[in-house]
């Protein structure tokens, strides 16, 4: 089944930026659908980014023209640039066999949350 693995989290000043990596594992038709959500400490988790499987990219509002999301073979990254304080949260990486019909419609919404498959977070701190 499928497996993911964050990394690239850390500490960074306001401005700063940082790139975060998900390796993932298993079968491929598994994961067509990758995405990253976030959730800071006493707040709800907060859908970041998607990238589905025919290369759309989808943003949270608060992240677009900020952070990117790509993808290497099994690797997903997520490049977050002019990081913010805000933008403090635990990221985690999430994937499933489809991205949902509704984000061609309405956008990113909360997908990344209800995606099957998601890893154990890596944080990131924004001062």
């Known amino acids: 089944h499928v497996q993911l693995v964050e990394s690239g989290g850390g500490s960074v000043q306001a401005g700063g930026s940082l790139r975060l990596t998900c390796a993932a594992s298993g079968p491929s038709y598994e994961r067509a659908c990758m995405g990253w959500f976030r959730q800071a400490p006493g707040s709800e988790r907060e859908g970041v980014a998607i990238?589905?499987?025919?290369?759309s990219e989808y943003y949270a509002d608060v992240v677009k023209g900020r952070f990117t999301v790509s993808k290497d073979k099994s690797t997903l990254h997520l490049q977050m640039n002019s990081l913010k304080p805000e933008d403090s949260a635990m990221y985690y990486c999430?994937?499933?066999?489809?991205?949902?019909?509704?984000?061609?419609?309405?956008?990113?919404?909360?997908?990344?949350?209800?995606?099957?498959?998601r890893g154990q977070g890596t944080q990131v701190t924004v001062s």
């Open positions: 999430a994937a499933d066999q489809f991205c949902p019909r509704q984000i061609r419609d309405y956008g990113l919404g909360d997908i990344p949350l209800k995606l099957t498959y």
């Open positions: 990238l589905d499987a025919d290369g």
